[in-house]
């Protein structure tokens, strides 16, 4: 392979092709083991790792310390309220996050000086916020709503622009099974579900379908004038597409990762939890994930959902026929 | 059709990009200049530190608050916490069912009380009226004066309820401080209050509450109209209570008219303040009160306004409370747009290892998409006071990619068309034409996204969606009116239009044979290469005729004649 372009060049004429039709049961099994282990996963592992926002407490953030060991904010917050379990994180140069249950006012007021001392920083530097569990609920009900308007709306999208319902609903179907991909490698990370990640989900929502269309435009055309030829069958047009965007998806996917992974990597190695981080990991999965989907997953489901339709079966026979049959001699 | 078509058209496009950038500009720095705005886009509390309280309504009898009690809450809490000299606080309706109040720094306990408590709206008879200060010690009433209650009161507005403590109170009490404390309460229904009408500078000694503004049904505000029909150009503002309300009411008029002085007066008193104290002149038996007076336009629809509001029997319950301090918010934001530069450094390395230096067409638009977005988050944090939070600074870095596509389509389309072998300006308009449907229907995906999560969102989430969103349009923008135009002149260029190794389009790499062979040739097909070459590209060009729809095909024609035209000039 001397240079991509060229490489390019092979994908687009069909002189190299890779097989994404013809191998679907093989990428179907492989989806579905994924799918199957995404919803495995969370179970064994005894559920999510929600955040506060989910569970409900107290939240102080420590600003301006010098030492930001663990150990201190631990020890202060059990001495101002004994039975609480508090989680100490560093969460960026100088700033510590210490989450606790929920805490009565004259509680949070001694933690905070309790931590204030710890640290040694002044009392100014110390802010408690107080987390119910609603909010967290809400965000997922909101995020649910958010979910099911945006699939039935854009189903009806692409259901108008590609004049068929079985775009959408390959396209749908690709779709969920990105959702719980990526959330069980999420799970898998043990990283906390917040907000946040919540949001990176509802990203993913649109970034897997963005990808989706651009393929799926390039199949609509290639197979807009299937009867008028004999040299393809709609599966080896359908591959062809694929094929043909393969260069595409793949610069895509790199550029959109790029990015991502760039906060991805700073947020978890410099800043530590934080919106920055639980969304990037969310995004960063669901690109990867959502483009492979869409090549390996939504083209073949579109295929095999069309070949079923007796006029472009017919077409798939006289086809196989012709190229079953030897070829005529070149002159 | 001519060449010099494209060229018209891309020149025209790079016109009205530079128009919307001067546009964006002079708009901008007229603010500056007037000092209405900064260069620099709002940020959001998360970013500039204070506290968000995300408070849920609770409305008595626990049906769901409508949108229009929402916006009505709005402007409740608004007054009440400006009020108590909290500035620059936000408040506003999510989602429909939540109240967001964001202010800078930490509310104290309260700012916090005054938030949640609900809008108490009642009408009191008035009993005594007095002067807005304190009287004078040495003017009170001494002791051995001090009125004491002859008997138990017989309604409302008897003097009977006033006793020595009281009226010492009301002479004590001082309107401005009292108001400025921001300390006033509605106070026991069933005992006598002292408020102060701010509008007229009154202070008052109030009857236990006769009517509760639960009882109004509705309230609006207009023209009061002569006996012939005709507008008499005074504001008046009209009342319409429920049943059992216009009971009452009726009740109140049939005793209050028979009064004289102050007790003729009813008060209108909003948590604890008085709003306005009409005097009685008719019995109104029906439930319908106008109220005339001194009014302006502007002054009877905010009574009117806060008449409704007494029918608003909202409470509120804070669901949530963040308080983000400044400095960690600084250290996000930093580390955000350190990410955001790495991200578009790598972005534009990959890009040019891609597409040499058509890469830069991408980085140069990547800017411009920047550019643009940059002065519409700073317009729009003027215009509508939008503020860009982390989640946003997120949504713009995610964006990169996003818009980044939208050319890497294009470009992919191009070079699809130069295998197919046409030459570079018929490619590029021919690859335009098929890569601006997919990033039409692609974008219309990612807006859609968007719109929904901008509706159903919930916190900051929405920073994010509609930072999405706002990018998403931007990148539509930059790819019609700044990369495909500059492609368009690009495709002119020797550089480009004869395939240089380095430009990205090289022919050779796409399985063309090199139009351009080394010095001393002249670029043009000679009869013998274009039939190879048509004879190389047969099978790619039938296939992409086969395949082109009948519109699409008549513009090949077109493009081709045209080309040919070009070629043989």
Redesign the interface.
């Not at chain 1, 917050?77 to 379990?85: R, T």
């Not at chain 1, 920083?121 to 979910?147: H, M, N, R």
């Not at chain 1, 472009?312 to 026929?321: F, L, N």
């Not at chain 2, 040495?138 to 001090?146: A, G, Q, S, Y």
């Given at each position: 392979m001397p240079?991509?372009?060229?490489w390019?060049?092979?994908l687009?004429?069909?002189k190299r092709s890779y097989q994404f039709i013809n191998r679907r049961t093989l990428w179907f099994s492989i989806t579905g083991l994924l799918v199957l282990l995404s919803l495995v996963v969370p179970v064994a592992k005894g559920g999510f790792n929600l955040g506060i926002?989910f569970r409900g407490g107290s939240e102080f953030?420590v600003?301006?310390v010098a030492d930001t060991s663990v150990g201190p904010g631990e020890a202060a917050v059990l001495s101002a309220a004994p039975e609480h379990h508090p989680r100490v994180t560093n969460?960026?140069?100088n700033?510590m996050r210490v989450q606790t249950d929920k805490l009565s006012d004259d509680q949070t007021l001694q933690v905070a000086e309790a931590l204030a001392t710890a640290y040694g920083v002044t009392k100014d530097?110390v802010?408690?916020?107080?987390?119910?569990p609603?909010?967290g609920q809400?965000?997922s009900k909101?995020?649910l709503?958010?979910l099911v308007?945006?699939v039935v709306?854009?189903a009806l999208?692409?259901a108008a622009?590609f004049r068929t319902w079985k775009m959408s609903l390959a396209a749908i179907a690709g779709l969920l099974a990105v959702l719980v991909v990526t959330a069980g490698i999420y799970s898998l990370s043990g990283f906390e579900v917040t907000?946040?990640a919540?949001?990176g989900f509802?990203?993913i929502?649109?970034?897997s379908?963005?990808d989706t269309?651009?393929v799926f435009?390039?199949i609509r055309?290639?197979t807009?004038?299937l009867f008028?030829?004999t040299?393809r069958t709609f599966g080896q047009q359908v591959n062809l597409a694929i094929n043909?965007?393969l260069?595409?998806s793949i610069?895509?996917s790199?550029?959109?990762?790029?990015?991502?992974?760039?906060?991805l990597f700073?947020?978890a190695f410099?800043?530590g939890a934080?919106?920055?981080r639980d969304?990037?990991l969310a995004?960063f999965v669901g690109?990867v994930v959502g483009t492979l989907s869409t090549i390996f997953f939504q083209a073949p489901l579109y295929a095999l959902l069309r070949e079923q339709e007796p006029e472009i079966a017919r077409h798939t026979q006289r086809v196989r026929e012709q190229q079953a049959a030897p070829a005529p001699t070149a002159a | 059709m001519s060449t010099t078509g494209p060229i018209r058209h891309a020149r025209r496009a790079l016109l009205w990009l530079g128009v919307i950038f001067i546009l964006c500009g002079a708009i901008l720095a007229t603010g500056v200049a007037t000092g209405k705005t900064t260069w620099s886009p709002k940020l959001a509390l998360d970013l500039e530190g204070g506290t968000q309280m995300i408070l849920a309504p609770k409305v008595q009898g626990g049906d769901a608050a409508t949108q229009e009690q929402l916006d009505q809450a709005v402007e409740i809490i608004r007054q009440r916490v400006d009020g108590s000299g909290v500035s620059e606080a936000e408040i506003s309706t999510q989602s429909g069912s939540k109240v967001v109040v964001s202010m800078p720094g930490v509310p104290d306990a309260k700012t916090r009380e005054l938030i949640q408590a609900s809008a108490n709206m009642e009408f009191r008879p008035v009993i005594v009226s007095g002067a807005w200060q304190a009287t004078p010690e040495e003017e009170r009433t001494p002791k051995k004066d001090l009125p004491k209650p002859t008997a138990e009161p017989a309604n409302a507005s008897d003097t009977n309820w006033i006793d020595a403590d009281l009226w010492q109170a009301f002479e004590a009490y001082d309107c401005s401080t009292e108001l400025f404390s921001g300390e006033t309460t509605s106070g026991d229904p069933a005992k006598p209050l002292i408020a102060c009408e701010p509008g007229t500078m009154a202070k008052y000694i109030l009857g236990p509450v006769e009517v509760p503004g639960t009882d109004i049904a509705d309230a609006s505000f207009g023209m009061t109209q002569g006996s012939t029909g005709f507008s008499t150009g005074q504001w008046a503002v009209n009342l319409v209570f429920n049943g059992e309300g216009a009971a009452r009411f009726a009740d109140v008029t049939t005793r209050l008219v028979q009064q004289t002085g102050a007790q003729n007066q009813f008060a209108i008193v909003l948590d604890g303040q008085v709003v306005s104290a009409p005097t009685t002149n008719n019995v109104i038996a029906d439930g319908r009160a106008q109220i005339t007076g001194s009014f302006t336009e502007e002054s009877a629809r905010a009574l009117a306004e806060q008449l409704k509001y007494g029918a608003l029997p909202i409470s509120f319950e804070i669901q949530s409370e963040q308080q983000i301090s400044a400095t960690l918010g600084a250290d996000q934001l930093r580390m955000g747009i350190i990410a955001g530069l790495i991200g578009l450094g790598l972005v534009a390395v990959y890009s040019f290892f891609q597409y040499r230096m058509l890469g830069l067409v991408t980085v140069a638009s990547l800017v411009v998409a920047g550019v643009l977005t940059y002065a519409a988050i700073a317009l729009l944090g003027w215009a509508q006071n939008y503020r860009l939070s982390l989640a946003g600074v997120a949504g713009l870095i995610v964006a990169i990619g996003l818009t980044a596509d939208s050319f890497i389509v294009y470009f992919e389309r191009v070079r699809d068309e130069l295998r197919d072998g046409r030459s570079l300006p018929s490619a590029v308009e021919t690859g335009w034409k098929r890569a601006k449907r997919t990033i039409l229907a692609s974008k219309a995906v990612n807006l859609l996204a968007a719109v929904v999560l901008y509706i159903a969102a919930v916190g900051n989430v929405r920073g994010f969606a509609f930072t999405l969103g706002l990018t998403a349009v931007a990148d539509l923008i930059v790819v019609f009116l700044f990369t495909h135009p500059v492609l368009q002149l690009l495709a002119r260029t020797r550089f480009f239009g004869e395939g240089h190794r380095l430009s990205g389009l090289d022919p050779s790499l796409m399985g063309v044979e090199p139009l351009y062979r080394g010095a001393g040739q002249v670029r043009r097909y000679s009869a013998d290469a274009g039939a190879a070459r048509t004879k190389r590209n047969a099978a790619a060009t039938s296939e992409a005729v086969r395949r082109q729809t009948i519109a699409e095909r008549r513009k090949a024609e077109q493009a081709a004649a045209s080309v040919k035209e070009t070629d043989n000039a």
């Amino acid at each position: 392979m001397p240079n991509l372009a060229t490489w390019g060049n092979e994908l687009y004429t069909g002189k190299r092709s890779y097989q994404f039709i013809n191998r679907r049961t093989l990428w179907f099994s492989i989806t579905g083991l994924l799918v199957l282990l995404s919803l495995v996963v969370p179970v064994a592992k005894g559920g999510f790792n929600l955040g506060i926002e989910f569970r409900g407490g107290s939240e102080f953030t420590v600003s301006s310390v010098a030492d930001t060991s663990v150990g201190p904010g631990e020890a202060a917050v059990l001495s101002a309220a004994p039975e609480h379990h508090p989680r100490v994180t560093n969460i960026a140069p100088n700033t510590m996050r210490v989450q606790t249950d929920k805490l009565s006012d004259d509680q949070t007021l001694q933690v905070a000086e309790a931590l204030a001392t710890a640290y040694g920083v002044t009392k100014d530097e110390v802010t408690s916020t107080f987390i119910g569990p609603t909010w967290g609920q809400e965000v997922s009900k909101q995020a649910l709503i958010g979910l099911v308007v945006f699939v039935v709306l854009v189903a009806l999208l692409m259901a108008a622009y590609f004049r068929t319902w079985k775009m959408s609903l390959a396209a749908i179907a690709g779709l969920l099974a990105v959702l719980v991909v990526t959330a069980g490698i999420y799970s898998l990370s043990g990283f906390e579900v917040t907000p946040s990640a919540i949001i990176g989900f509802l990203t993913i929502l649109s970034y897997s379908l963005y990808d989706t269309v651009v393929v799926f435009d390039k199949i609509r055309e290639n197979t807009a004038n299937l009867f008028g030829q004999t040299r393809r069958t709609f599966g080896q047009q359908v591959n062809l597409a694929i094929n043909q965007t393969l260069v595409r998806s793949i610069n895509t996917s790199v550029v959109a990762v790029l990015p991502v992974a760039s906060i991805l990597f700073i947020g978890a190695f410099l800043l530590g939890a934080g919106t920055l981080r639980d969304l990037s990991l969310a995004l960063f999965v669901g690109i990867v994930v959502g483009t492979l989907s869409t090549i390996f997953f939504q083209a073949p489901l579109y295929a095999l959902l069309r070949e079923q339709e007796p006029e472009i079966a017919r077409h798939t026979q006289r086809v196989r026929e012709q190229q079953a049959a030897p070829a005529p001699t070149a002159a | 059709m001519s060449t010099t078509g494209p060229i018209r058209h891309a020149r025209r496009a790079l016109l009205w990009l530079g128009v919307i950038f001067i546009l964006c500009g002079a708009i901008l720095a007229t603010g500056v200049a007037t000092g209405k705005t900064t260069w620099s886009p709002k940020l959001a509390l998360d970013l500039e530190g204070g506290t968000q309280m995300i408070l849920a309504p609770k409305v008595q009898g626990g049906d769901a608050a409508t949108q229009e009690q929402l916006d009505q809450a709005v402007e409740i809490i608004r007054q009440r916490v400006d009020g108590s000299g909290v500035s620059e606080a936000e408040i506003s309706t999510q989602s429909g069912s939540k109240v967001v109040v964001s202010m800078p720094g930490v509310p104290d306990a309260k700012t916090r009380e005054l938030i949640q408590a609900s809008a108490n709206m009642e009408f009191r008879p008035v009993i005594v009226s007095g002067a807005w200060q304190a009287t004078p010690e040495e003017e009170r009433t001494p002791k051995k004066d001090l009125p004491k209650p002859t008997a138990e009161p017989a309604n409302a507005s008897d003097t009977n309820w006033i006793d020595a403590d009281l009226w010492q109170a009301f002479e004590a009490y001082d309107c401005s401080t009292e108001l400025f404390s921001g300390e006033t309460t509605s106070g026991d229904p069933a005992k006598p209050l002292i408020a102060c009408e701010p509008g007229t500078m009154a202070k008052y000694i109030l009857g236990p509450v006769e009517v509760p503004g639960t009882d109004i049904a509705d309230a609006s505000f207009g023209m009061t109209q002569g006996s012939t029909g005709f507008s008499t150009g005074q504001w008046a503002v009209n009342l319409v209570f429920n049943g059992e309300g216009a009971a009452r009411f009726a009740d109140v008029t049939t005793r209050l008219v028979q009064q004289t002085g102050a007790q003729n007066q009813f008060a209108i008193v909003l948590d604890g303040q008085v709003v306005s104290a009409p005097t009685t002149n008719n019995v109104i038996a029906d439930g319908r009160a106008q109220i005339t007076g001194s009014f302006t336009e502007e002054s009877a629809r905010a009574l009117a306004e806060q008449l409704k509001y007494g029918a608003l029997p909202i409470s509120f319950e804070i669901q949530s409370e963040q308080q983000i301090s400044a400095t960690l918010g600084a250290d996000q934001l930093r580390m955000g747009i350190i990410a955001g530069l790495i991200g578009l450094g790598l972005v534009a390395v990959y890009s040019f290892f891609q597409y040499r230096m058509l890469g830069l067409v991408t980085v140069a638009s990547l800017v411009v998409a920047g550019v643009l977005t940059y002065a519409a988050i700073a317009l729009l944090g003027w215009a509508q006071n939008y503020r860009l939070s982390l989640a946003g600074v997120a949504g713009l870095i995610v964006a990169i990619g996003l818009t980044a596509d939208s050319f890497i389509v294009y470009f992919e389309r191009v070079r699809d068309e130069l295998r197919d072998g046409r030459s570079l300006p018929s490619a590029v308009e021919t690859g335009w034409k098929r890569a601006k449907r997919t990033i039409l229907a692609s974008k219309a995906v990612n807006l859609l996204a968007a719109v929904v999560l901008y509706i159903a969102a919930v916190g900051n989430v929405r920073g994010f969606a509609f930072t999405l969103g706002l990018t998403a349009v931007a990148d539509l923008i930059v790819v019609f009116l700044f990369t495909h135009p500059v492609l368009q002149l690009l495709a002119r260029t020797r550089f480009f239009g004869e395939g240089h190794r380095l430009s990205g389009l090289d022919p050779s790499l796409m399985g063309v044979e090199p139009l351009y062979r080394g010095a001393g040739q002249v670029r043009r097909y000679s009869a013998d290469a274009g039939a190879a070459r048509t004879k190389r590209n047969a099978a790619a060009t039938s296939e992409a005729v086969r395949r082109q729809t009948i519109a699409e095909r008549r513009k090949a024609e077109q493009a081709a004649a045209s080309v040919k035209e070009t070629d043989n000039a």
